[in-house]
């Protein structure tokens, strides 16, 4: 077999394109398609200085024409891309959780359990504990611990008590 300047780089785009199959980001797919056309441009008997600045071009313009254009395309409609903590989850409602071994309240947040604190509550420590089932919205994170607010305040108990 010949190992021509071609050949490589067809080598190297089977490889991205198979690593592609682990991500599912698009990106390697299009370093692929970068290595594919810079094969082409070594078939043409171009130097490898050539082939560099080819696959620099290709790269630079097939890598964001599959994460701004492509990838949208696979992608459920409503997702908000980025990881817990990024800010993606600010204001949404949760209801709190009390967790099976030790009784803390805490929410769910992507599948993960949060220990909470009620941001009203910051004098004196803030309130870590509220019942199973109550409506909070999330603000953000401190550490590990999901800051959060009640989304209706509860009932002052103390009103509706008249001393005779």
């Known amino acids: 077999m010949d190992w021509n300047p071609a050949v490589i780089w067809l080598i190297i785009a089977l490889l991205l394109g198979l690593a592609e199959l682990a991500t599912g ?10 290595a594919l056309l810079t094969a082409a441009l070594a078939g043409l008997g171009l130097s490898l200085s050539w082939q560099l600045i080819g696959m620099g071009v290709f ?16 992608s459920p409609r409503g997702v908000a891309y980025g990881t817990t903590g990024t800010g993606v989850e600010r204001g949404h409602t949760y209801t709190t ?3 099976d071994f030790d009784g803390a309240s805490g929410v769910k947040i992507n599948g993960d359990f949060y220990r909470l604190r009620v941001a009203d509550s910051d004098k004196g420590g803030g309130k870590t504990e509220l ?34």
Do not use: C, Y
């Open 25 to 34: 980001g698009l990106v390697l797919m299009a370093l692929a398609g970068a």
């Open 59 to 74: 790269s630079g313009a097939l890598v964001p024409l599959a994460i701004w254009v492509i990838r949208p395309w696979f």
């Open 97 to 99: 959780l009390k967790r």
């Open 131 to 164: 019942p199973a089932g109550t409506s909070v919205i999330f603000q953000t994170f401190d550490g590990t611990t999901a800051i959060v607010r009640l989304a209706h305040p509860a009932p002052d108990s103390s009103a509706n008590h008249h001393p005779e």
